[in-house]
């Protein structure tokens, strides 16, 4: 690759991570110390970044210097984010801002299109369940982070933020034209083992769990109403869901539109490891309408199938709960 090509290879990825371009000129200029005028030459490419500048830029937008030298070979990059363990939630706040760009750029297309495989809830069913969303980030934060906050469930003092910008992301995803969902049948009953396991070892006390349990009920009302009318009543979009008829190992999922596109490994959250190559979202739907072959549609048709799966979700929650 030449060196014009990797200039050329390296712009597009910053407008990639910010695509507002006063924006992009703005923290630029804050990062590099210099005039947001010199900023705007080196986006237009009338002055070159030098070797030092992109690597600062690299380090602080998170872009694979690697991957854009290689980027003509057949090999697809992942993004792969781990957790830390030290100020992770504002770790998480950083790239949450990265991840919202992306998905607000696809949701301003009109063909915007968002499909899921999960084997546990995505965020786009609970993000409006404060208790369940609450109980998913402690048992993320019991089982990666190991502080004092994460120790009880009582504990979740700082949670306010973390529920105000899941919030963001769900009325945000529920904007996109037309939504698919594809669940494992033990979706929900595998929250429930977990609020389970906690309460055997005493880090949940009794009230909390009948706040989830409570919200829990709620949420599967809520679904059925949604996969009956086959839309979110907020939104009036599109919304397909299916049940597998096999057990799913993993979760993954792709937001599209012609334009671009975002595909996951797990749901379009900051952890996730992530990857925009065109191919990548190719096989994506591949996989995504071969679930489809393998699963029952429980949205506006499937009514029998529909009323017995949230009946029998509804009975094994009871059970497990008492």
């Known amino acids: 690759m030449d060196r014009n090509q990797f200039r050329h290879n390296f712009l597009h990825a910053l407008k990639e991570k910010i695509p507002r371009k006063s924006e992009l000129a703005f ?41 854009i030298l290689h980027n003509q070979n057949s090999t697809k990059y992942w993004r792969m984010n781990m957790p830390k363990f030290a100020e992770t939630l504002e770790y998480e706040y950083e790239l949450g801002e990265e991840v919202r760009n992306k998905v607000e750029s696809i949701c301003e297309q009109p063909d915007s299109c968002y499909e899921v495989v999960f084997t546990s809830l995505p965020a786009i069913i609970y993000y409006a369940y ?23 469930y009582a504990n979740m003092e700082n949670f306010a933020r973390f529920f105000e910008q899941l919030q963001w992301y769900g009325r945000l995803v529920r904007r996109i034209g037309h939504i698919c969902l594809i669940c494992d049948e033990a979706s ?21 769990i009948q706040k989830i349990k409570d919200e829990l009920y709620q949420l599967l009302d809520d679904f059925e109403s949604h996969a009956k009318n086959g839309k979110f009543e907020d939104t009036e979009n599109k919304f397909e869901f299916y049940i597998s ?5 993993n979760g993954y999922s792709c937001l599209w ?3 671009e596109s975002l595909c996951c490994i797990g749901e379009m959250l900051v952890h996730s490891d992530k990857c925009n190559e065109r191919e990548v979202w190719m096989v994506m739907r591949r ?20 009323i017995l799966f949230f009946s029998i979700v509804s009975v094994k929650s009871w059970n497990y709960y008492r």
Request: with cysteine; glycine share 2%; hydrophobic share 40%.
């Open 27 to 67: 923290r630029i200029a804050e990062i590099l110390c210099i005039e947001r005028e010199s900023a705007y030459r080196r986006l237009r490419d009338d002055v070159y970044f030098s070797i030092d500048e992109m690597a600062l830029l690299a380090l602080e937008f998170n872009i694979s210097l690697d991957r």
């Open 130 to 152: 404060h208790e369940i969303s609450k109980f998913f980030l402690f048992r993320w934060g019991y089982n990666f982070i190991r502080s004092e906050m994460y120790q009880y």
């Open 188 to 208: 929900f009953t595998k929250l429930v083992n977990d609020v389970c396991y906690f309460r055997d070892i005493e880090l949940i006390r009794r009230n909390d």
């Open 245 to 249: 008829m096999q057990s799913i190992d």
């Open 257 to 259: 539109s012609t334009e």
């Open 287 to 306: 996989w995504v309408d071969s679930m489809k072959r393998i699963s029952t549609q429980i949205s506006i048709v499937g009514e029998k199938d529909r």
